[in-house]
């Protein structure tokens, strides 16, 4: 059995926080993702930029993250930004309805 591979980048420039998950956002790796995120809203940062361009797969729980994500940077006065993955994540994002409610943004040219 392979076991999937999750990557999760963080990087800090000044008051901005980039968080890049890599491959799959599941039950077993959003605990991951959601501890960053938890971090970088309690540290003095202005922005937050969630780029999940290289996700290839996102569960319910991912999508719960999301969703709390964006509510932990707005009760702390936080920007979120989002950047767009792959069209198999924008589906989900859409068919959940959750992408209309998060702050989505185009990648960077």
């Known amino acids: 059995m392979t076991i999937p591979s999750f990557d999760l980048r963080v990087a800090r420039s000044g008051r901005s926080m980039h968080i890049a998950p890599c491959g799959e956002l599941d039950i077993a ?37 999301l969703a709390q994500a964006n509510a932990g940077a707005d009760e702390r006065g936080v920007t979120l930004s989002i950047i767009r993955g792959p069209r198999q994540i924008e589906r989900v994002l859409e068919i959940s309805g959750l992408g209309a409610l998060l702050p989505l943004v185009d990648a960077p040219q």
Do not use: H, K, N
């Open 29 to 65: 790796t959003t605990p991951e993702l959601e501890q960053a995120l938890t971090e970088a809203t309690t540290e003095a940062v202005a922005e937050i930029v969630l780029d999940l361009r290289e996700l290839t797969f996102m569960d319910s729980t991912g999508l719960r993250a």
